[in-house]
């Protein structure tokens, strides 16, 4: 995870990025404490403190995940706010409560904390279980939307895409479930040393999600490592949904535009994506040290214009075929 975390990104910053990471040192430190205090290879507290550091990274981290790419298929504000607010009381409520419980059971003697520790185990694991499943039960309900609008047209690529982030999310919720599960089936072993194993494979199945949200908003030809590009502070909300759209009925548009020669539409799109390949490519941006705003130099300008022209060149051509001449 950590080599596909640096690969991925192209700049290390943004919610998405930074609760990715620290999920994936819960999982490490969860593991390691887990297995210290199984095996009884070091003293009790170290193993408890790299235990539970690990279960609270873990267990926050992945709600974090999860919402920080909600927001490219949820249009709707007030959804975004009830989820994040949903993250926050959980998490208090829920890891201090277990925390102190399991501490206390551990050292105190007290049969009142193993009995309160026992109760706040099952509803600590039904919370989280519930929060991460409401969250992406809402991913796959925006992706059904997503899925319907594509229906109604040829775009095979976009529809498998959106199948599989359907299947994805639906494979996160049945982990989910496994676990609880496991807890209420008194398997507490198995469960604890199950869950290092699931959060992993979750946030590995979030790198893949990613991966196909960014083709979804830029495009099946966008290169992996402008993922941080779309995952940030200045993602418009549904804009994965708003992308779609906007590409399905500029599709329809030129079908109109051509009548029945699919070919000749085929052929502007196949130019026009070109066209945006060596835009992409040739515009480099630099921030600012002063201001932060992007800067273009001289000869990137002259390249970008250049692309521009060969842009209107490629439209005239069109033209020129549509009228005979």
């Known amino acids: 995870m950590v080599l596909l975390i640096s690969t991925t990104f192209k700049r290390w910053k943004g919610l998405y990025f930074w609760s990715l990471c620290i999920c994936n040192y819960g999982v490490a430190s969860y593991s390691l404490g887990m297995m210290l205090m ?34 490219l298929v949820v249009e709707n504000l007030k959804i975004l706010r009830a989820v ?75 529809r498998t895409m959106v199948w599989q982030l359907l299947v994805i999310n639906i494979i996160i919720i049945a982990m989910d479930v496994a676990l609880v599960v496991l807890q209420y089936k008194h398997l507490q072993l198995y469960q604890e040393s199950i869950k290092g194993f699931v959060y992993s ?23 992996r490592t402008m993922t941080l590009e779309v995952i940030d502070s200045t993602a418009i909300p549904g804009q994965a949904q708003t992308e779609v759209k906007r590409e399905l009925s500029r599709q329809e548009n030129l079908g109109s535009f051509f009548g ?19 835009r992409s490519s040739a515009v480099s941006r630099s921030p600012d040290e002063n201001d932060g705003i992007t800067q273009i130099p001289s000869q990137q300008f002259r390249r970008r214009r250049t692309s521009d022209q060969e842009s209107s060149a490629l439209y005239a051509d069109m033209v020129r075929s549509l009228s005979g001449k």
């Open 38 to 71: 199984y095996f009884d290879l070091s003293v009790l507290w170290l193993s408890k403190v790299l235990l539970d550091a690990g279960w609270i990274c873990m267990v926050i981290c992945q709600s974090l995940v999860l919402y920080s790419r909600l927001g």
């Open 84 to 158: 994040k607010w949903m993250i926050i009381i959980d998490s208090i409520v829920l890891v201090i409560a277990t925390t102190v419980l399991d501490f206390g059971t551990t050292y105190s003697g007290v049969p009142t904390f193993t009995q309160a520790y026992f109760y706040v185990e099952h509803i600590q694991m039904t919370g989280f279980a519930l929060q991460e499943t409401i969250i992406s039960g809402i991913y796959i309900w925006k992706t059904i939307d997503l899925l319907k609008i594509v229906s109604t047209t040829n775009t095979t690529n976009t």
């Open 201 to 223: 494979v979750k946030l590995k199945l979030e790198l893949n999600i990613l991966s196909k949200l960014v083709d979804l908003v830029n495009g099946a030809s966008t290169n």
């Open 260 to 278: 029945n020669d699919n070919k000749g539409a085929m052929k502007y799109t196949e130019d026009s994506l070109t066209v945006k390949r060596r």
